[in-house]
């Protein structure tokens, strides 16, 4: 089973950016997806993106976060932008099956905190 590992996350001001990175140890060829886990609440996907590079989002991310993936260094990435407090959360990625059904194992996730 290909292997996920996250990084980037950390503390931002309001408004800010973030880069993460979602890095297998494989290739892979399904769909990938960023998904969000805030205190207290359950995990949601917040963007989507296929072998081929189409790519859907979340509505409370749209028009600030972009997923995109380089598949030669089997990585995935989050371009967050205009970052606010409600992004706050633990950020995951994990290979999508049919109907958005996350497939692999959960890894560790990277802490994303937007605070002034």
């Known amino acids: 089973q290909v292997q996920l590992v996250e990084s980037g996350g950390g503390l931002v001001q309001p408004g800010g950016s973030l880069r993460l990175s979602c890095a297998a140890s494989g290739s892979i060829f399904n769909a990938m997806g960023w998904y969000r886990q805030a205190p207290g609440k359950q995990r949601e996907l917040v963007a989507r993106?296929?072998?081929?590079?189409?790519?859907n989002y979340a509505e409370s991310v749209k028009g600030r976060f972009a997923i995109s993936r380089d598949n030669a260094k089997h990585t995935v990435y989050l371009q967050m932008n205009s970052l606010k407090p409600e992004d706050t959360a633990v950020y995951y990625c994990n290979t999508l099956g049919y109907g958005n059904v996350p497939l692999g194992s959960w890894g560790q996730g990277t802490q994303v905190t937007v605070s002034s």
């Open positions: 993106i296929s072998f081929g590079g189409s790519t």
